[in-house]
């Protein structure tokens, strides 16, 4: 929102405010024996510098908004407080004993950035470039409290992937200068209208970035992995596995050989089949013409009367037996000591008495499923091999979707086999939109565009109102990035059906909420850990939700809509961002010599996600690649790859940034990113 207020810092009686034309909107909490000075960067940002009479080995650098705030944010890992759903995560400002949560600087997508906001003002304090600090936002009385703390902690417990652990407590050489970031910027909707932090952050704290394969090798080594993962099983059902994992009984990489096929989320089944059918259609590659034809023509037999279709299969669907009854889900907790023990959380699944797992039939990978099948009859159609069962299958999930929708538009998370409720809530259910839209489209049935626009609209207001969207990474239930997904690419597509200018409006307003899960910045690991060796560069990556605070390769399914963005607003930061995320989502991708803590990949293959923070499973810890090489960023990198016709950008990378601000690094020695042992080389 673009105004003509006038910001500047005013020293009186001692005490630094930050003043919107004359009246405060912030204090600046003063040190003795530092002096501050505040030095403009740009409109409605300044660098704030402190510079101790004697060095110091502990500061504390703290603001207090002059307002109550209507809604706070630390982005990527706090939402308003959190407290939607059920998954360990940061609630509120405080542990449950009143100890204020701190953070360090790697785990948010700004460094150590907070941002508080109301009545039309915003207000934020971050770290300076490549400084080891944490960062605190609390309430204090009627106001709220930023703060950056050096050294490096985290606490009192430290979030973990549904587990935790004790506190970080770093340590530091003692110097004289701090820096901080502080800004100011009116916020008509306090939790939405943060686009002047992202748009400062990423020309601030952001880069140049290259992907070194380039598009072409890139786009050989995702259908090499692709047609690696095609299986046939002893009982004649093929697919493509869901993705490789370390057996050490052979001390390979090899497929998955639990939870093995999966129509769409982790899985991605149908559009990898999807993609293979169209490089038939590129190249003439009968090979892969065949396996694709022949995944879905398998996924094709488990439609079911209801109109639903089976989603997942451990083992097999001979191996896996009949359809279960699904059972009471466990009870979680989000306070630490009193969370489900690590083995028993599993909301994507539960477990029968029998031990074998139930799959409800999610959203997700019903719209998924029944998007993917309508593509690939058309192009069954183009290349003389038709399949109208594709069709009425995915339309039969269509018609289970307008059965179910509830007259506000909502649809549920998940569904039993029987068609009944397996779990309400969540923006999860804005997966079907697009497969109502494709078949609106397939069909030029109205209904199906009546019930994708009542649905979108649902969600939207959804994300108008709570400032975020939920529960669309299916291994979690609490605010997220993956659920906003759906949400964007809804939007543009509406867009492109009605002409109406109200989704691109919404289109911004989504992307810019799904900007604040990217990496704003690059962390800098020490050189003896395995995240330098390996060369991450965590700029442009996402992190995946407030119970997940890793990064991972899911921004790859939104690379072609913020490519859209730039085209229909003129504004090229979306062009920009969108080549960040390719790039960000482009790494440690195997040739088939790379190796990881000496396990070679497979051609093709990638992490998952990256543990970038101090978060990390039980046996692969925090700071460490995951090494988990699924389908699904083959299946999207596949997907934008073939939907650009020219991959001249891709090629160039982020040659520039447009406006790029440059950064004065601090002169003294700043204290490294404190790693464990476990995360260094050869451990």
Known sequence: MMTTDTYEFVSDADEWTLRRDGSPVLRVLAREGATDTFTPIEGGFWLWERVCDEPTDSMRMEL???FTPQYTMVPGISYNGNGWGDTPEYVGDRAANGTP?????????????????????????????DDAVSCSLTREGDVERHSL???????????????????????????????????????????????PLLD?????????????????????????????LWTKEADGFVSINRGCGWHEDITAFGKARVSKYEIGWVGQSALLAVALLEEHVRTGDADARDKGLSVLDH???FAMPNGMIRIKFSLSPEEDGVLETAVETLEQSKEPGKELPYEEYHPEFVTGADGKRIFPI?????????????????????????????????????????REQKANGQFAKAWNPDGSVFREGGTVG??????????????????YLESATRAFDFYYDELLRDGYTTAGALDTYCIDKESSSPLLISALRLHRLTGDRRYVEAAETTAWYLSTWMMHFTVR???????????????????????????DQYSLHDVLSFFELAEITGDDQWRERALALWVGASQLISDGTLAVRGRVRPAGSQDEAIFHTRWGRPVVTEFHPCEWLPAWPTAFRLEVLHRLNDWADLERGLDRIEGEVQVSVLDEPIAELGVSETALVGK
């Not at 192009?379 to 003389?384: E, H, K, N, P, T």
């Not at 804005?430 to 209904?447: I, M, N, S």
């Open 64 to 66: 207090e908004t002059t």
């Open 101 to 129: 949560w701190t953070w360090a600087w790697h785990r948010g997508t700004i460094p150590a950035c907070t941002y508080s906001a109301a009545d039309g003002q915003a207000v934020v304090l971050s770290g300076a470039l």
């Open 149 to 195: 703390l050096w050294p490096e902690v985290e606490g009192p417990q430290v979030l973990h992937r549904h587990f935790w652990k004790d506190a970080y407590e770093g340590s530091m050489e003692p110097r004289r200068v701090f820096q901080a970031v502080v800004g100011g910027f009116a916020a008509e909707r306090p939790h939405l209208d943060y686009q």
């Open 200 to 228: 400062f952050a990423f020309r601030y704290y952001g880069h140049p970035v290259y992907e070194k394969f380039g598009p072409q090798r890139l786009h050989e080594l995702s259908l090499a992995y692709t047609k690696f």
């Open 299 to 301: 996924w094709c037999r």
């Open 362 to 402: 999610d959203a997700c990978n019903l719209g998924g499923a029944a998007e993917h099948l309508l593509t690939a009859y058309g192009l069954a159609q183009a290349i003389g091999e038709p399949r109208p069962e594709y069709k009425r299958v995915a339309l039969g999930i269509c018609d289970f979707a307008l």
């Open 430 to 447: 804005c997966f079907l939109v697009p497969a109502l839209l494709k078949a609106y489209e397939v069909t030029g049935r109205d209904e």
């Open 525 to 551: 690991y020490p050189v003896a850990s395995l995240l330098h060796e390996v060369g991450i560069d965590t700029f442009g990556m996402t992190s995946v939700s407030t119970a997940h605070t890793a990064v």
